[in-house]
């Protein structure tokens, strides 16, 4: 079994895609949140329920065509979240439509970007400890003990 086999088996490839999205959405909501008295600034954001379903959709082909073992993960991407076409994901976040253009013409919603950032970081701790067992596993295994 070579390196690249261990790090497409299992869940990796998911958690993988997961953690670069979780990653790229922080800096986003970043962005958004440095630049809320800015005039003219319009927030960005990604479809993470569109994103969520398509991840969903690969890891079952992907579980379908080699029995979830191994392999790596058929994302074929979404209208914001493309494959980069070496093994990662790219974020192209568009301006959300339901926020209220202010006098300024900034389409600040202070809540709702303190939401998708409480949100997104609980999804990527999450993925962190995600991967972070697997790799225990893995040590372990590696190391013969029990």
């Known amino acids: 079994m070579l390196l690249s086999d261990l790090s497409n088996a299992g869940s990796l490839p998911t958690l993988g895609a997961m953690l670069s999205v979780t990653g790229q959405r922080q800096r986003l909501l970043a962005h958004n949140i440095a630049n809320l008295d800015t005039p003219d600034f319009r927030t960005q954001d990604i479809d993470i329920p569109a994103f969520q379903r398509e991840l969903a959709r690969a890891s079952s082909k992907r579980r379908e065509a080699a029995g979830g073992l191994y392999g790596d993960l058929p994302f074929e991407g979404t209208r914001e979240v493309a494959p980069d076409g070496r093994g ?13 253009l202010y006098h300024d013409r900034n389409n600040r919603d202070i809540e709702r970007l303190m939401q998708d950032n409480a949100e997104n970081l609980m999804a990527f701790r999450l993925t962190t400890d995600l991967i972070r067992r697997e790799n225990e596993l893995l040590r372990t295994a590696i190391s013969q003990r029990v």
């Open 88 to 100: 990662g994901l790219v974020v192209k976040p568009r301006t959300p439509s339901g926020n209220i």
